[in-house]
């Protein structure tokens, strides 16, 4: 039998990061099998759902490269004009859900209840049979030995989580249902609803939660809990997929950058972790820096024009030549294209977000000096960089052999280490500690921008 796989989200927000590697590992899991992934909005809820949280549950999906398989069609039988099959959206397939339940009813399965529709959950205990978990058996709760039977239409007329997920699953012939570590508890009613449709149910994969770095469960406002924050940010969409893949999964070796192919070639559900992954911010910035030198040159100049569009910087007014070169000084160095600091309004659908990009000082009349640098701005740095400017007004070639060249004679001749020259030039230059080759981005600067910096700099020393 060939594997049919889903992601179904509900569409009351963002797309939670969560949720993304949900969908990742239903993908890698349908690729490696030769399977099927499908793509279903339950979106039921009206009074939370919203168009605007599908489209970005559909604008994630495609970011990362989740292609779906099938769905609805033009009625011709073939895809979308967009190249792409559906989703599935369960407030389209309302006739079948009441189909359904009157199947139940007719069974006495089901029975009305206050306007409402229960479902005569059984008393015994159930096993769940899961490929990561285990299997592990799901007894009544006291208070549901008093009644254990639950609604599966409301008294509105609109069907529950449960019960469409059920038939969605029985109807969408679903062989496996993988999905996070918090839907367990729904799935012995889950188990019970297809034993009384009389089907055999998919096998269940339920995979671990992801944790906040301090070990509490990852809510919808953490920092980096939102998909959307990784786009806003300019990150590779292959270095999220390869972080989200080693949240719970990881192939032998302990490598951490593997190829996506390969990882399609090695997935499968017995070696998804039993523990819960930890959230690391760090090491997906790690990890981005890592796609990012390997990425072309080309492609590595676009995103960084696109950081310095999203922080308001324009590179019109400069030459291509020089802008080339200010570009290829940072591949190496660059973590993300973006650091954004984003603060969500309560309704979450607005951000305003901070930006700094790594090679802004290029593009910008002066720069400024970080409110903790200016600290350090004092005498002993004041004379350091006297001479050096003085050494660097006096070079005939202005490039970075010659300011390396410089530079350390004007250390050796103050009689300090070469760090203490550096480290206030490269403040002058770029208003930051760290950054690409200070020689070479001096050579990229020119000598007027240069000293037009330093002077700058020598001003604001006490």
């Known amino acids: 039998m060939s594997v049919r796989v889903r992601f179904a989200p509900s569409p ?14 239903n993908w890698l899991y349908a690729k490696h099998t030769g399977g099927t992934f499908v793509l279903r909005i339950e ?4 009074a939370r759902n919203t168009q605007e949280a599908v489209e970005i549950i559909l ?17 011709d039988g073939k895809a979308s004009s967009k190249g792409s099959y559906g989703p599935y959206f369960q407030s389209q397939r309302s006739d079948l859900y009441k189909k359904r339940v009157r199947e139940l ?18 008393r015994e205990p159930i096993v769940i049979p899961d490929l990561v978990v285990g299997d592990v058996r799901r007894e009544l709760t006291d208070r549901e030995q008093l009644d254990p039977d639950f609604v599966i239409f409301r008294s509105d007329g609109q069907p529950v989580f449960h019960f469409v997920n059920v038939v969605d699953d029985l ?37 671990p939660l992801i944790l906040n770095p301090d070990g509490t469960k990852m809510s919808k406002r953490d920092r980096g809990a939102s998909l959307r924050e990784y786009i806003e940010a300019l990150c590779l969409p292959e270095a999220v997929v390869n972080y989200l893949f080693l949240l719970g999964w990881s192939p032998k070796g302990d490598r951490e950058i593997v190829p996506l192919d390969e990882v399609i070639k090695l997935f499968d559900l017995p070696q998804i972790l039993r523990h819960n ?22 492609r590595f100049n676009d995103y960084s024009v696109r950081a310095l569009e999203r922080a308001g910087i324009s590179i019109r007014s400069f030459d291509p ?22 603060l969500r309004t309560k309704n979450e659908k607005k951000h305003i977000a901070t930006t700094k ?20 701005l004092n005498g002993t740095n004041k004379r350091i960089m006297q001479a050096e400017r003085e050494a660097l007004a006096r070079l005939t070639t202005f490039n970075a052999d010659a300011v390396d060249a410089a530079t350390k004679k004007v250390a050796a001749d103050l009689g300090v280490k070469i760090g203490l020259v550096v480290h206030p030039t490269r403040v002058a230059c770029t208003g930051r500690t760290v950054g690409p080759s200070l020689y070479h981005l001096m050579e990229v600067l020119g000598r007027q921008r240069v000293l037009e910096r330093i002077d700058r700099f020598i001003a604001q020393c006490v």
């Open 277 to 298: 992954a930890r959230f690391d911010v760090d090491k997906l910035h790690w990890i981005n820096s890592e796609y990012v030198r390997l990425m072309s040159q080309e």
């Open 43 to 46: 979106d039921t809820d009206t």
């Open 59 to 75: 604008s994630g999906m495609r970011w990362l490269g989740l292609d779906w398989d099938e769905g609805p069609t033009s009625g």
């Open 105 to 122: 009813i007719d069974k006495g399965a089901a029975y009305e209840h206050e306007g409402a529709i229960k479902f005569r959950m059984q």
């Open 357 to 376: 990009v790594f090679s802004d000082f290029y593009f910008l009349p002066q720069v400024e000096v970080d409110a903790e640098l200016s600290k350090e």
């Open 12 to 25: 009351t927000g963002f797309l939670h990061i969560g949720g993304a590697r949900t969908a990742l590992f």
């Open 171 to 207: 109807e969408m012939k679903i062989t496996h249902v993988i999905r996070g570590e918090d839907h367990l508890t729904n799935t012995a009613k889950h188990l019970a609803l297809f034993k009384a449709f009389g089907v055999e149910p998919p096998k269940y994969a339920h995979i």
């Open 321 to 342: 030549s020089y802008v080339n070169a200010a570009f290829s000084t940072g591949k190496e160095k660059v973590k993300q294209f973006l650091d954004v600091d984003v």
